[in-house]
């Protein structure tokens, strides 16, 4: 019998596909769990797969690699979708394609299958990653296909002793992963109102935040978080206390009204403490240790960047060439950030780096200048040349120049 390797969640639409896969395609379902630090019940879900009639059903820890190679890269560039969004999502879904791809390998599966719905970015974000890594590979994608409505998959359930989870009641559907949080439907369809309290999970309140504000040291080696106030952390745990800390703190919600790839806007809540305070501090060591010039190219190179994992090219060649570029832009961004958080923001209030491009000696207004003012003379003097030369020829005329005519002037 061919099999197919399915993204398995455990939740109503991946367990009903385990059953109508099997029913319209034939194929025996392994199911696959990765954790990428949602804090489910791992065992308990593998169970789950395996009663409602997976042939196997496997879990794998994925988190490290998810850091590693996923979410560390995209802080080092600086990606951040339409200047709101961290991409929790968007960078977790190029991992689960390709572990999906590998143990179909190591299954010898035709095929592999996920669960999402034909109107999101993941199907392709999964779709894509999925055929740039093995273009043999059948994709199979239930909740796309079978156009069952939300009631009708119910009873599909029911009628097949599919245990339905308590979730299918919450109003909201969410994705977690160490990166970050995302809560959508329900109340929050309406782009006006405000989210309720019950969708935020990570993070407290401003208002319920602490009265006392609260410092911390986030280290970097080569644009890498490696150490928070003074002590080594492996990247998993520094994620998750920065979730902690910051989140304790009120910081990280993020409420945007997106454009997804397939043209829908669609307004989206998120919680990432540890992504918005790391990209905070992260950019703070840049600006410390990046010429005006890397900067500034870095920025379009960060946008573009952004845009790709959002729209699922993460395996494409192009992200590789500019991965290159910031992996090189790195490798001085290494020193220490010290942030003050607080009712719900997180504030810069230092950094320092053995690399610095930032001088006291040129910097400052005090003794110990050794900045030569007369210097900017000639500097000047050669700098506004072209406009001196266009200004004396072209400029002088009326209508010629960027000027307001003031008023009462005669012409
Ligand atoms: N809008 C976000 C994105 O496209 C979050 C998607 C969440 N996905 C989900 N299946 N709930 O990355």
Same mark, same amino acid.
């Not at 954790?35 to 797969?49: C, F, H, T, V, Y």
């Not at 030369?389 to 209508?399: F, K, V, Y």
């Given at each position: 019998m061919d099999t197919v390797v399915l993204a398995?969640?455990?939740?109503?639409?991946?367990?009903?596909?385990?059953?109508?896969?099997?029913?319209?395609?034939?194929?025996?379902?392994?199911?696959?769990?990765?954790?990428?630090?949602?804090? +489910?019940?791992?065992?308990?879900?593998?169970? +789950?797969?395996?009663?409602?009639?997976?042939?196997d059903a496997k879990v794998v820890d994925g988190r490290d690699i998810f850091v590693k190679h996923f979410a560390f890269p995209a802080l080092q560039a600086g990606a951040i979708y339409e200047k709101e969004y961290p991409l929790a999502t968007a960078v977790g879904r190029p991992l689960i394609a390709k572990l999906l791809?590998?143990?179909?390998?190591?299954?010898?599966?035709?095929?592999?299958?996920?669960?999402?719905? &034909?109107?999101?970015?993941? %199907?392709? +974000?999964?779709?894509?990653?999925? %055929?740039?890594?093995?273009?043999?590979?059948?994709?199979?994608?239930?909740?796309?296909?079978?156009?069952?409505?939300?009631?009708?998959?119910?009873?599909?359930?029911?009628?097949?002793?599919?245990?339905?989870?308590?979730?299918?009641?919450?109003?909201?559907?969410?994705?977690?992963?160490?990166?970050? +949080?995302?809560?959508?439907? &329900?109340?929050?369809?309406?782009?006006?109102?405000?989210?309720?309290?019950?969708?935020?999970?990570?993070?407290?309140?401003?208002?319920?935040? #602490?009265?006392?504000?609260?410092?911390?040291?986030?280290?970097?080696?080569?644009?890498?978080?490696?150490?928070?106030?003074?002590?080594?952390?492996? &990247?998993?745990?520094?994620?998750?206390?920065?979730?902690?800390?910051?989140?304790e703190h009120g910081i990280g919600r993020i409420d945007h009204v997106e454009n997804r790839l397939i043209g829908i806007k669609s307004r989206e809540i998120y919680e990432a403490p540890a992504a918005v305070v790391l990209h905070q501090a992260h950019q703070a060591l840049e600006d410390m240790t990046l010429s005006r010039d890397q900067a500034r190219f870095k920025n379009l190179i960060s946008s573009q960047i952004a845009e790709m994992i959002y729209n699922g090219l993460w395996f494409s060649a192009l992200h590789q060439d500019l991965r290159a570029f910031v992996e090189s832009s790195q490798r001085h961004v290494t020193g220490t950030v010290r942030l003050k958080f607080y009712k719900g923001t997180s504030m810069i209030v230092g950094r320092k780096s053995p690399k610095s491009l930032y001088q006291y000696e040129l910097a400052t207004y005090d003794k110990g200048d050794t900045f030569d003012q007369d210097a900017s003379l000639g500097f000047i003097k050669l700098y506004g040349l072209p406009?001196?030369?266009?200004?004396?020829?072209?400029?002088?005329?009326?209508?010629?120049?960027?000027? #307001?005519?003031?008023? &009462?002037?005669?012409e």
């Open positions: 398995y969640s455990g939740g109503l639409d991946t367990s009903v596909a385990i059953k109508w896969i099997k029913e319209k395609y034939n194929l025996d379902v392994i199911a696959l769990t990765i954790d990428l630090g949602s804090e +489910r019940n791992l065992p308990e879900i593998r169970q +789950r797969a395996l009663n409602v009639g997976a042939i791809v590998d143990v179909a390998h190591e299954y010898g599966a035709k095929a592999v299958a996920h669960g999402c719905t &034909g109107k999101g970015n993941d %199907q392709v +974000r999964l779709d894509v990653s999925v %055929q740039a890594l093995d273009p043999q590979l059948q994709i199979i994608a239930p909740v796309r296909e079978w156009k069952m409505s939300r009631p009708e998959e119910i009873e599909y359930a029911r009628q097949n002793n599919i245990p339905i989870p308590a979730t299918v009641d919450s109003p909201y559907s969410t994705d977690v992963n160490l990166w970050g +949080r995302s809560i959508e439907a &329900g109340i929050l369809e309406d782009p006006w109102v405000e989210p309720p309290a019950e969708v935020w999970l990570w993070t407290k309140s401003p208002e319920q935040s #602490p009265n006392n504000p609260q410092y911390i040291e986030i280290e970097f080696e080569k644009g890498l978080p490696v150490a928070l106030d003074g002590e080594a952390m492996d &990247g998993v745990k520094l994620i998750q206390h920065l979730n902690d800390v910051a989140g406009l001196r030369t266009q200004a004396t020829i072209q400029m002088l005329g009326p209508g010629e120049n960027y000027l #307001p005519q003031l008023e &009462g002037r005669e």
